[in-house]
């Protein structure tokens, strides 16, 4: 069995993994502190599984659209 499956990861993950480290950039210390993310804002509605979306009815001019 390989290490990746053994450890339920994608062979091509270890693959890179095993490139940064002979190249360096794995050790500790090495990596760059990252940007704080900005506060993120959800702009449409989201419905929940245990919610159910509610249909409105089609006017005349869409329902005709839909049809062709």
Request: charged share 25%; glycine share 4%; no cysteine.
């Amino acid at each position: 069995m390989t290490v990746a499956r053994r450890h339920g990861v994608n062979a091509n993950q270890v693959f890179a993994w095993r490139q940064l480290y002979r190249q360096g950039l794995l050790k500790e210390g090495t990596a760059q502190p990252s940007a704080p993310l900005p506060p993120e804002k959800v702009s449409t509605p989201t419905v929940l599984p245990t919610e159910r979306a509610v249909r409105t009815p089609l006017k005349a001019d869409e329902r005709a659209v839909r049809k062709r």
